[in-house]
């Protein structure tokens, strides 16, 4: 609690920077239906707030008040930045990913020769989708500023407005947003994407606004659910709305939400021995099961670097043993001076592991049930091994074209809410580059389907697609569990061939 009282004491202390007009920043509308609000500049004098016009139109002025206050919060704490750098940089890759797509579109639709127009076609989406590889790789040393400055900058909306139960509902107002403009438009647009750090809410986690019962309960109380965050630059939305629900009750205000309390021992709990017991006892159960906690190619990679390390020791005993027991042709075992021997066991480990865990993971899809969505994602210990293999029917939406090239943008529109799609083409990440025989999913956009395949749980709801398609003539095969095995084999013959090298 001394941590919450801090946050909201050192936001309110710095807004008196703010009255001096010199310093109010420059304001500006973007003309679009999303409700989006960006704060960007290169210094504290320069920083303009950016708002979209569905921001104004959806609403209210207490809501909006809260928005802008936590844009401010940003340029008093300095992070907006940093943000704007490393944002302007992620337009380069996603701009050239974005453009060469169309391009390539415009211009191959256009050419009568069909060997031209195939690598035309196939250059342009290579070099589209490398782009948009290197973005989200840019992406990653910004996720966790993007993350920590969400929960400052909330503190010092409160801290001005002293309506956290305003910011509540703008925030859940813009996920309804974010997710309302998907579904119109039927895929996420540029503007929503690349600047999607810059957001107070990202559209990953608005795609999966669900009833605030199933959403905010995993996001809550799931043990792993911080870990599950890696990869986002948003926090969860449960994390926020319960932070801001504290911020209520310590002014004494009724709670928009009835979400429960954060811990009351953030500051200095009694190290009884009791609590040092139940400390260690939690840890180490989350060590022990964090495998569950992450998708399958990061748990075999941590289990790889632990069972490798393992192995590498044990046949460096056993060359030390055949050293001091005049067994040479043992001795090699323990001399690795260009650490072949520690690569091949962590291949080997890695493969393991994926052949291990593959069944687990992808259980017999043929077994499946219909799955009450809201209750699935209600489950609050669910986690990403805990697949659930179901039958699904909605409408299909993404991008059509060399932009959804490695089948990035799918989403299922359910009665429920939008599911996130998971896909994998026959010849892998690069199949569905061009043109060919058979039905592909972004053919489908658009048309109702039925999809078969593993519903996840996570940061976000996805399901890794076995089946999707219209009728059974009109069906589109996702393979992603027969090349994760065959990553398996290939790592395995790659660390068997260091071995028979050494």
């Known amino acids: 609690m001394s941590n919450q009282r801090g946050a909201i004491s050192h936001s309110q202390g710095n807004f008196d920077k703010l009255l001096n007009p010199l310093r109010v920043p420059q304001l500006g509308i973007l003309p679009t239906s999303t409700p989006v609000a960006i704060t960007y500049g290169n210094l504290p004098m320069t920083a ?9 139109e959806q609403l209210e002025d207490h809501k909006i008040a ?45 050419i009568e020769r ?85 957001k ?43 932070r801001l629900a504290h911020y209520a009750r310590y002014w004494g205000l009724e709670t928009e939400l009835d979400l429960p309390e954060l811990p009351q021992n953030l ?38 670097l632990v069972l490798g390390l393992g192995f590498r020791i044990f046949l460096w005993l056993i060359g030390k043993i055949a050293y001091f027991m005049y067994i040479g042709n043992l001795v090699w075992l323990s001399q690795d001076q260009r650490s072949d021997l520690m690569a091949a066991c962590l291949l080997i480990s890695f493969s393991i592991s994926i052949l291990v865990l593959l069944n687990h993971y992808f ?45 990035q943008d799918f989403y299922l529109q359910t009665g429920s809410g939008l599911v996130k799609l998971h896909y994998i083409s026959p010849l892998g990440p690069i199949g569905d580059l061009w043109n060919g025989k058979g039905i592909r999913p972004r053919d489908l956009i658009g048309q109702s389907v039925i999809v078969t395949g593993w519903l996840r749980r996570r940061a976000i709801v996805w399901l890794d697609l076995e089946t999707l398609g219209t009728s059974p003539n009109r069906t589109s095969h996702s393979y992603l569990p027969i ?3 065959i990553v398996a084999f290939a790592a395995g013959v790659w660390g068997s061939y260091l071995i028979w090298q050494t």
């Open 48 to 56: 303009r707030i950016v708002v979209s016009e569905g921001l104004l």
């Open 66 to 110: 809260t928005i802008y206050a936590a844009q401010l919060a940003q340029i008093v704490n300095g992070d907006f930045l940093v943000m704007s750098v490393g944002v302007l940089v992620l337009q380069i890759p996603y701009i050239l990913y974005w453009q060469v797509a169309k391009w390539g579109e415009y211009a191959s639709d256009r």
């Open 114 to 198: 069909p060997l031209l127009e195939f690598l035309f076609r196939t250059v342009a989406a290579l070099v589209a989708n490398l782009s948009y590889g290197y973005y989200w790789l840019l992406r990653l040393p910004l996720l966790w500023l993007s993350r920590q400055r969400l929960l400052y900058s909330d503190a010092g909306s409160v801290a001005t407005t002293g309506n956290p139960n305003a910011l509540t509902r703008a925030l859940q107002k813009i996920a309804s947003g974010i997710t309302d403009d998907i579904q119109k438009t039927k895929s996420t647009s540029f503007l929503t994407e690349s600047f999607d750090l810059l």
């Open 200 to 242: 107070p809410v990202g559209y990953s986690q608005a795609i999966c606004n669900w009833p605030a019962d199933a959403n905010w309960s995993w996001d809550i109380a799931n043990p792993y659910s911080r870990w599950l965050t890696w990869g986002t630059g948003h926090h969860l939305m449960g994390v926020r709305l319960q």
């Open 267 to 304: 500051g200095s709990p009694k190290l009884s021995k009791a609590y040092i017991r139940d400390t260690m006892k939690s840890a180490v159960s989350l060590l022990l099961n964090s495998y569950k906690g992450l998708p399958l190619l990061q748990t075999a990679l941590i289990i790889s």
């Open 363 to 407: 259980p017999d899809v043929k077994r499946r049930t219909e799955v009450n969505l809201t209750e699935a994602i209600a489950n609050s210990q669910a986690l990403p091994a805990d697949s659930k293999t179901c039958c699904l029917q909605g409408k299909l939406l993404g991008r059509r074209g060399l932009s959804n090239g490695l089948g």
């Open 483 to 485: 090349w994760l095995t």
